[in-house]
């Protein structure tokens, strides 16, 4: 860490105040001070998660709003999904791509909220590349499905469509203004509904809707991060604690980043920095549903299509493994003595008993192979299996 990024302030939730109450360790993440974990801690919650509702606050995710006739045809070129298989009243995942080699510089969730209004959700420290995405003159140069020009006088026009105010592009970091808590589990909405949340319980899975919790105005998606089902609330930040407290009060209980990380692990699903980042595609993610061949052009296509049709030269496995020491970040896998790969995320899964990993291997190593994880210079055996590892 460089010195400028060691004095910079860590940003605050707005539900800091009430986190501390609750006797929350606050840890740095994503240049935000965050809630690990809770006085029962990261199993307990957890558990709570997977046999009832855990609520998270995950406000250090960004929000970019973005409106106006061009922000469709925006994010159309930007990301790698077709928003046109969805709607308006939608969420979808979707992937940012670096244009030289098509990794994913970030994985997105869009809310598609009117006709000419979209809340796009980034990573916690990704906020800044992509509005630069979506700045990009060929977001403009084009309706979905046609070539660019890539002459100059296309380029100018476009860069003076995108600052042109509503009628055609208007970018704006909103994150300040909301926190964002998400409710997770198999009783989610039903808490969420006996809390004053009806309207929001009763947004669907991948919905986007406006609703109130109670007399409370907020914005819900059917997303969340855990492979449970559930919600996830947009609130303004003045009402941000009384939403937290009103569910927790209705049995909900409050869940850390460490429980959000084991959750998401168990359900298979990839966080950035470990299965999607620098020199990570989607098709070596195992992602390749993200991306919409037929929608016309994108960002990083070229080099994509490049790379499917020579075939990724890793691919993203589950490893579950046998009961001991759990595999971490960083562990090689070998298989008959040979290191084919290496574990991007693993820890013990509070469910299954067990270590579970996700591993970049190589192409030729199948479903049902044993292998070896080196943890710490003792071998864990192993098998390859296709995530999640709990549904």
């Known amino acids: ?28 993440f994503g240049g ?15 558990i709570a998660c997977r046999s009832g509702a855990a609520a998270f606050d995950v406000s250090h995710l960004g929000t970019v709003r973005v409106q106006g006739t061009g922000a469709h045809r925006a994010l159309q070129w930007a990301f ?20 030289a080699d098509a990794s994913v510089l970030d994985d997105i969730i869009v809310w598609w909220l009117g006709p000419d209004t979209f809340d796009v959700m980034p990573n916690a420290s990704n906020t800044d590349r992509v509005v630069a995405a979506l700045r990009e003159p060929s977001s403009q140069s084009s309706e979905p499905g046609e070539p660019d020009e890539p002459d100059e006088l ?38 969420v509904a006996s809390a004053g949340g009806d309207e929001v319980a009763a947004v669907g899975r991948f919905k986007v809707a406006s609703a ?37 009060n209705a049995g909900v209980s409050p869940a850390g980043l460490g429980a959000r990380d084991t959750l998401r692990l168990e359900a298979g699903l990839p966080l950035h920095g470990h299965e999607l980042g620098p020199g990570i595609t ?24 490049a790379e499917r049709e020579a075939g990724p030269h890793r691919r993203l496995r589950g490893l579950l493994a046998e009961k001991g020491r759990p595999p971490r970040d960083g562990c090689t896998v070998r298989r008959a003595g040979e290191e084919i790969g290496t574990v991007t995320s693993g820890n013990y899964s509070p469910v299954l008993g067990c270590g579970v990993a996700l591993a970049f291997l190589s192409p030729d190593i199948a479903v049902g192979d044993e292998v070896m994880i080196d943890v710490r210079g003792h071998d864990l055996p192993a098998k390859v299996v296709k995530p999640p590892f709990h549904r």
């Open 80 to 99: 790698t999904n077709d928003l046109d298989r969805v709607g308006i009243g939608s969420a979808q995942y979707t992937h940012l791509l670096d244009p």
């Open 212 to 248: 109130r919790f109670g007399e409370i105005p907020v914005t819900v998606a059917g997303t969340g991060y855990t492979g449970e089902d559930g919600i996830e609330m947009s609130i303004g930040v003045e009402d941000a604690s009384t939403v937290w407290r009103r569910l927790i």
């Open 32 to 46: 935000w001070e965050m809630p690990l974990q809770y006085s029962d801690g990261t199993v307990a919650e957890h």
């Open 154 to 191: 296309s380029a100018t026009a476009a860069s003076a469509a995108v600052n042109a105010g509503t009628s055609a592009l208007e970018i704006a970091d909103v994150t300040s203004d909301r926190a964002v808590i998400a409710v997770q589990g198999p009783e989610a909405r039903a808490r």
């Open 1 to 28: 860490m460089n010195d400028a990024a060691a004095s910079t302030p860590l940003r605050q939730s707005p539900l800091r105040e009430v986190h501390e109450q609750s006797g929350a360790k606050l840890v740095p």
């Open 282 to 305: 989607p098709l070596q993610a195992g992602l390749g549903w993200v991306v919409r061949w037929d929608k016309g052009d994108f960002r990083g296509r070229a080099v994509l299509a």
